[in-house]
């Protein structure tokens, strides 16, 4: 009898855990089905969660709607998560170069002033990733793409020395990223 007593009160413990364990995982399941139904509907837009609207940013990406996917991502780079935040500013800034890159590769150099901004906007994008996480390899290499498809452009006010005006009369091209064919695709 003395046995069964000692059972009692950890048999309770594995029933109440069990039970907490059936919960948890059946709300789970609701959860991924309700999800899943609004993933095969298109109607993600309702979605609260900020995993959620990562998802639902994705699923937009992957459907070539970029203006959606980056209004999606806007919403979420200030998520108390901080791996959703630094992959929804990673994500934007993917999007922000691809679209230059394919202006670039498309149009050539007629495209530049439309893929100026677009190149702006991802190398902010990278930076706000790498504050998140200085160490990101991935980031750091896209960072450094979208850096070598931006010229360094000089300040209009630095005057130009005499090396300079005889480089200019001597037909010289200048040096740096504009005197080098076609487009940088990647580190050396």
């Known amino acids: ?41 298109n109607r993600l837009h309702n979605t609260t969660t900020h995993e959620a609207v990562f998802a639902d940013a994705y699923l937009w990406k992957q ?6 996917s980056l209004a999606l991502y806007a919403s979420i780079t200030n998520s108390k ?7 929804a500013h990673y994500n934007t800034a993917n999007i922000y170069l691809s679209q230059a890159t394919k202006l670039l590769d498309d149009h050539g150099l007629e495209a530049w002033d439309k893929a100026m901004p677009l190149l702006s906007l991802a190398k902010e994008s990278y930076r706000d990733a790498l504050r998140l996480k200085p160490d990101w390899i991935d980031a750091k290499y896209n960072y450094e793409l979208a850096l070598r498809l931006s010229p360094i452009i000089e300040s209009q006010g630095r005057k130009a020395s005499k090396e ?25």
């Open 1 to 41: 009898m003395a046995r069964h007593l000692n059972i009692m009160p950890l048999m309770v413990v594995v029933l109440i855990v069990s039970m907490v364990t059936i919960v948890m995982t059946a709300r789970g399941l609701y959860l991924a089905n309700r999800y899943n139904d609004n993933l095969n509907s």
């Open 63 to 68: 459907k070539a709607n970029d203006q959606k």
């Open 81 to 87: 998560d901080t791996n959703i935040g630094q992959s």
């Open 164 to 188: 300079d005006e005889e480089e200019k009369d001597m037909g010289v091209p200048p040096d740096g990223w504009p005197s080098i064919p076609g487009f940088p695709r990647g580190m050396p």
